[in-house]
């Protein structure tokens, strides 16, 4: 899925977003409202993980959403 498509159904994918990073709050994934590289840096602060890996990560969520 494409990120406009996820960006456009941030409120329904929410779910699936707390399934995948359940750190996450419902507050954090409100103010992010489906902006990519604002998701990338609060995966990166909350796992302390590198920016690459992050963004891996949100890639390999939206590849894995066609199913959402």
């Known amino acids: 899925m494409d990120w406009n498509t996820i ?20 507050d954090e994934l409100d103010v992010i409202a489906g902006k990519r590289d604002q998701l990338v840096g609060k995966i ?12 891996k990560q949100v890639d390999d969520f939206a590849s894995k959403c066609n199913n959402c």
């Open 44 to 55: 990166q602060a909350k796992y302390g993980i590198a920016k690459e890996e992050a963004e």
């Open 7 to 26: 960006e456009g159904n941030w409120k329904q994918l929410k779910g699936k977003l707390q399934e995948t990073w359940g750190d996450l709050t419902d």
